[in-house]
């Protein structure tokens, strides 16, 4: 079965080669797939042994597709994605603003062929997930699609997952889902860590998981992504908007994400003269602490919003969450007061496609309202100093995090030691620091003494990029500020 799927990724891949020269980017091959794949599926699902009925309007169907040729296939492959792209449930969300981007009949034909020879579904569900998950990978790595934003490396989703051990009948949400990867890891731990039954996998299958993007390529990708791995039915588990926006007014168990890089929300504008200019979105929620257009600030904020009581969070966040004063400052003393914010995984640079990247995972709890802060102690990991990955060269493996998931000690999280890599810092510490930052090294950098040891050229010259615009969006916030006056 291992050798058919890579097989089949094999034939697959040969055959984006040949659309590339056409300009079809990994992206739109990937995209032209997922519709294609679905219909190819929705049509086995009309044979036996399953016979059920069509999902797809009749004469939208794959084998309305196989009948054309030529240019009626191209006009007709057009009129099936923008019809479909109209329906309710999964369908419209896979299918939505859906475009035909391989403008060669022939090679449409071809594409159809390919996957006309497999029978997709007689593929064990966890085979076809294999194949597309590696089809999002490839597309992940190819920088100039954008696609990597979308894409938390899967060893740190693992580990995030094993420290976090979701369990059968939890609501688990993604309100940055990109292409699923943190529900999917969800889905194979529960499945895999216990035994279900009936009632649970059924649970598993249709109410567990859910999440939310505002890119519509990336949605649709997620949610084919997930229907391949078994999960969900006719409704989508993956809306399509802005999360930010407002309160849902859902409450879920579990929230783990990875909120899009880029510290301001904003959208274009075109003025009168034709113009386009970037604008700020600044969020006014009540349920948010402070205001501001800071992005990962908000995303915080409304992980916090999404959780239920005693509802535990892991999210991926950027050093200026850390350390940033004003809205900055007042969203962490509202965090460490009224939850229990425990952990801190400083991630290495190196391990995202957006290069330069200094992340984090925050790991926190919601609590009732207290007087009495939650936090009490925050264990601060850092895999961060003289550690150097690459993306291909040497890239971050599941192995790497093997010390971090050991410290954080899931079975009794209040009987952790310190290591070397492995301190904390209790409240009181944490309020006497200047704008509470929770920006904490403590480990000797062997790189100040030593210049060989110094990180290669281009994560340096991304590193000074980083905090030079930093300092401008400092400087622009004390501009408005005074302005303002």
Known sequence: MV????????????????????GVSYGDYVEQLTYLLFLKMADEQTKPPFNKPSIVPKGFDWQSLLEKDGDALESHYRRILETLGKEKGMLGVIFRKAQNKIQDPAKLKRLTELINDETWIGLDIDVKGTIYEGLLEKNAEDIKSGAGQYFTPRPLIKAMIEVM???PGMTIHDPACGTGGFLLAAHDYISKSYPLDKDQKKFLKFSTLGGKDIVDNVARLCVMNLYLHGIGGEESPIEIGDSLISDPGSRYDMVLTNPPFGKKSSITLVNSEGKADRESIVYERQDFWATTSNKQ????????TLLKINGRAAIVVPDNVLFEG???ETVRRKLLAECDVH?????PTGVFYAQGVKANVLFFDRKPASEKPWTTKLWIYDLRTNQHFTLKENPLRFEHLQDFIKCYNSENRHNRKETERFTAKTYDELMQRDKVSLDIIFLEDESLEDSDKLPPPEIIASEIAEDLESALEQFSSIHESLSNR
Not at 297 to 304: A, D, E
Not at 343 to 347: C, D, I, P, Q
């Open 3 to 22: 050798d058919e799927s890579s097989g089949i990724v094999q034939r697959l891949w040969n055959y984006c080669n040949v659309l590339r020269d056409d």
């Open 165 to 167: 051990r979701p369990e």
């Open 297 to 304: 600030l908000n995303f915080l904020q409304h992980v916090k």
């Open 326 to 328: 004003g809205a900055g």
């Open 343 to 347: 952990t801190l995984l400083r991630l």
